[in-house]
């Protein structure tokens, strides 16, 4: 059963927030399996450099996507804002909007993605032996791209809406069909990084047909009507302006991202194939804690609607509570059965499995602080504040690591994988600190407000 608006708004939260939050973490998990299914076949068939090839394209495909993903950030905050406000007319418009603006977000995406695709790999200084295969399947990636914005603003919605449910189980059934399709395009047509990158679009589109019937099929204010679709300026503009800052956000993560991935690229293929691996496995465990990033956005954000400031903190603090140990055991378990889960991966390279149990040491294990991080982030996106952790998160993690590699990084004693990988705890640790302070000058900053209101 979905969690309700009054569920969110009302009564204690530890049981609501973990009853809301599973569902999104077995549906990451599902979404993540789409890239795992494909690195673990063409690993078995297809070797190592066809891993470091689908692997060499996650940043910069992350670094391309994520500014749109960001208004389906927006476009959940919105819907969330008007549920606990009650304002139906509001959900309508959102919705309406938002879906007109996935397939135009879709449609920009393709056309950069299969034109630029060599040229992003080339300036990433991506190794001749793999960057032709990479290409191939950035170019392909690219082309369900559509789709993609489409589940993921529709998926937005439900869940601002109480539904997590839903997506979980349209994931469930595309990712049956992706891993099939991976077989049969891999094993049978040998087609290599093509077939799992064909397999994916293909998943994807199933999985958008899936959240678009499933919000027509709703009775409430966010009940998609094909005909009412178009953009309306208010919620756009609402849209724009939480969205926009939380895509420039992950945008701007991922440029640090690219530029460490171009350093791990120095390395050569069999260190870029070992980190491929162990970047997929720590997923698993991000994934389980970026749902509590979706659940303490949601929750701030019906609660912000419904003008219950009161409860913002105790949001924050629970939601913090679950992801550290969430991250915990999860980062401590993967560590731990590092070498046959990254053997899943490779099979033909031990050197390869060695330098992905390196990263799963340094990134891996303290991965909740990771998590620490984004639950703030998601709790005053929530509140519609959207430009302050935009900042936060630039100053504390992508300066920061872009600074570290030209400085502590290009000292030549120092210019190792560990120094590399340091960086990124550090990075979780300044931010999270400072997210933490801005939160709670928010908050009260509205209490203060709402008080001088009623007096």
């Known amino acids: 059963m979905a969690v309700s608006s009054s569920d969110m708004c009302e009564g204690p939260l530890l049981k609501k927030i973990i009853s809301y939050t599973v569902p999104i973490i077995l549906t990451g998990l599902l979404q993540l399996l789409f890239n795992a299914a494909d690195l673990v076949v063409v690993g078995n068939f297809s070797g190592s450099i066809s891993v470091a090839a689908v692997g060499a394209t996650g940043s910069i495909i992350n670094l391309i996507v994520n500014l749109f993903i960001g208004l389906s950030v927006g476009a959940g905050v919105c819907v969330a804002h008007a549920i606990g406000a009650n304002d139906l007319e509001a959900q309508h418009d959102t919705v309406h909007t938002a879906i007109p603006a996935a397939i135009i977000s879709g449609v920009f995406l393709t056309i950069i993605g299969v034109t630029c695709a060599r040229f992003f790999l080339e300036l990433m200084g991506t190794p001749e032996d793999v960057i032709d295969l990479s290409a191939t399947y950035m170019r392909i990636y690219f082309m369900g791209m559509t789709a993609s914005m489409i589940y993921n603003f529709g998926a937005a919605i439900l869940r601002a809406a109480g539904d997590t449910k839903g997506p979980l189980y349209f994931l469930t059934t595309a990712g049956v069909l992706n891993v099939i399709l991976n077989l049969i395009f891999v094993i049978v047509f040998k087609m290599a990084v093509a077939g799992v990158a064909f397999a994916t679009i293909i998943s994807q589109a199933l999985s958008a047909f899936l959240v678009v019937v499933a919000l027509i099929k709703r009775e409430d204010g966010c009940k998609l009507i094909l005909s009412d679709m178009r953009i309306h300026k208010k919620p756009l503009i609402k849209m724009i302006k939480i969205g926009v800052p939380a895509g420039i956000q992950g945008s701007l993560f991922s440029i640090s991202n690219v530029l460490i991935q171009s350093s791990i690229n120095s390395f050569g293929s069999v260190v870029m194939s070992g980190n491929a691996a162990a970047a997929n496995l720590e997923g698993f465990v991000y994934v389980t804690m970026n749902a509590f990033h979706q659940t303490a956005l949601n929750f701030v954000?019906?609660?912000?609607?419904?003008?219950?400031?009161?409860?913002?903190?105790?949001?924050?603090?629970?939601?913090?509570?679950s992801v550290a140990t969430v991250g915990l055991v999860a980062g401590g378990l993967v560590y731990l059965f590092g070498e046959p889960l990254?053997?899943?991966?490779?099979?033909?390279?031990?050197?390869?499995?060695?330098?992905?149990?390196?990263?799963?040491?340094?990134?891996?294990?303290?991965?909740?602080?990771?998590?620490?991080?984004?639950?703030?982030?998601?709790?005053?996106?929530?509140?519609?504040?959207?430009?302050?952790?935009?900042?936060?998160?630039?100053?504390?993690?992508?300066?920061?690591?872009?600074?570290?590699?030209?400085?502590?990084?290009?000292?030549?004693?120092?210019?190792?994988?560990?120094?590399?990988?340091?960086?990124?705890?550090?990075?979780?640790?300044?931010?999270?600190?400072?997210?933490?302070?801005?939160?709670?000058?928010?908050?009260?900053?509205?209490?203060?407000?709402?008080?001088?209101?009623?007096?």
């Open 301 to 321: 954000g019906q609660n912000m609607g419904a003008r219950k400031y009161d409860r913002l903190g105790k949001i924050l603090f629970q939601c913090l509570a």
């Open 342 to 455: 990254l053997g899943i991966y490779i099979n033909d390279s031990l050197d390869a499995i060695g330098y992905g149990l390196n990263r799963l040491l340094f990134i891996c294990l303290p991965y909740f602080l990771c998590g620490l991080m984004d639950v703030t982030t998601g709790a005053i996106r929530g509140m519609g504040a959207s430009l302050v952790p935009m900042i936060i998160t630039v100053a504390g993690v992508c300066v920061m690591r872009i600074v570290w590699i030209y400085t502590v990084f290009a000292i030549p004693e120092y210019h190792t994988l560990d120094v590399l990988y340091a960086s990124y705890p550090i990075s979780w640790v300044l931010t999270f600190v400072a997210e933490v302070i801005a939160f709670f000058a928010i908050r009260n900053r509205l209490i203060k407000k709402q008080l001088n209101n009623n007096i």
